[in-house]
């Protein structure tokens, strides 16, 4: 038997980190050689302890001290553990499933070096998608979408010459507000019951606003190689449609299944193979309808945002996430309303301003200028 492709994961304890070890666990060409979590240091330590890793990565360092009392391997911490970790452990592919701005480095270093990234971390190509692409073309190492309509999108389009492809349709469930053209006065409660997909706050935050599938847009301009106007949204509640693509004779591609995380991310880890993947085969007749609409950009102003941002480039969609980020956290520690998150944003936009983005370190300061930007903006309504 060949050897088992060494998978490094970020963000171990996060929801799709503990679907991906469920997947290795059951499969023995794949094997875990490294973990990293922010402050989760249980579940890391038990995690290493069950796959017999060596060596994990804390990022936070009183989480890191409990996790050296409680374990016998090596554990790095500080911020640049996950990069580290990289580089002592030479994983094949690194599983990046850090949420949030935090996930670009660790996608840098994996990049740098030539390794593949399974990358659940959209704010990699959100905010760095034209330095990113430009740094793995040139050494080389490939991009494998775990978001799922993105791997919907690359398991349609791989089998297509480029030629043939004339748009993609990213499906979005529309979130817990569907249907409403009113969102004052919503609830922090309200806003993290999302009605198909079970997952961390903030990313289902950023889907009742719409802005996750504004941010998907941009994701699939970069992974995909698209002009925005050759990438549509359509509002599908039921999420069995993961994503289409029309190509140009005519003929409409959609991937299909039920709402189910194991599946892109076997897909990206196994690739180019296909694993057996045990969840519930899609049963049509009890599914019964599935249903499409138009998205509404004027009641779910970040879906506007987000399009605008990407057809600027450069730096803007850095200013759009690192504004997304405070202001969603800030709503949901009740500072802030619901509706105020696309006004804080749009200001953020206006006031940082835009340009190219010639370099990381370039990117890492507008990231934190507009954090200090939208914190004033926020502090200004109250
Ligand atoms: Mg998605």
């Not at 050897?3 to 499969?27: D, H, Y």
Request: hydrophobic share 45%.
């Amino acid at each position: 038997m060949s050897e088992a492709k060494k998978v490094l994961i970020l963000g171990a304890s996060g929801s799709i980190g503990t679907q991906a070890m469920e997947i290795i666990a059951g499969r023995e060409d794949l094997e875990a050689t490294g973990l990293a979590v922010g402050s989760d240091w249980q579940t890391a330590v038990a995690q290493a302890r069950g796959f017999e890793v060596e060596t994990i990565a804390v990022a936070d360092p009183e989480a890191a001290a409990e996790a050296r009392k409680n374990f016998s391997g090596n554990v790095l911490e500080g911020e640049s553990a996950a990069r580290e970790l990289i580089g002592l452990t030479g994983p094949d592919i690194v599983l990046n499933g850090v949420v949030g701005a935090a996930g670009l480095g660790p996608t840098i270093a994996a990049l740098t070096q030539g390794i593949d990234v399974a990358l659940a971390n959209k704010e990699s190509l959100v905010i760095g998608g034209e330095l990113v692409t430009e740094l793995a073309s040139a050494t080389g190492a490939r991009l494998l979408p775990v978001d799922s309509e993105h791997s919907a999108l690359f398991q349609l389009i791989e089998n297509e010459d480029d030629s043939a492809l004339d748009r993609i349709v990213l499906t979005a469930s529309g979130g817990p507000f569907r249907g409403r053209t009113d969102l004052e006065g919503i609830t922090v409660e309200q806003a993290l019951d999302h009605p198909t997909w079970a997952m961390g706050g903030r990313i289902t935050i950023d889907s009742a606003t719409l802005m996750n599938k504004g941010f998907e847009m941009i994701e699939a301009h970069h992974l995909f190689n698209l002009p925005y106007d050759r990438i549509g949204v359509v509002v599908h509640p039921q999420s069995i449609v993961h994503s289409l693509i029309d190509l140009k004779d005519g003929a409409t591609l959609a991937h299909l299944g039920y709402p189910d995380m194991r599946v892109p991310i076997a897909y990206a880890l196994t690739w180019p193979e296909r694993a057996e993947v045990p969840v519930e085969r899609l049963d049509l007749a009890k599914v019964g309808r599935l249903d499409f609409e138009e998205p509404d950009p004027e009641t779910f102003r970040c879906l506007a945002l987000a399009r605008e941002a990407g057809e600027s480039g450069g730096i803007a969609p850095c200013v759009l996430n690192a504004a997304d980020e405070v202001a969603v956290a800030s709503f949901l520690e009740g500072e802030i309303a619901f509706n105020d998150i696309p006004r804080v944003i749009e200001k953020t936009l206006d006031d940082v301003g835009s340009g190219p983005a010639r370099d990381f370190e370039e990117l890492f300061a507008v990231d934190e200028a507009s954090r200090e930007r939208t914190s004033e903006i926020i502090s200004g309504l109250n």
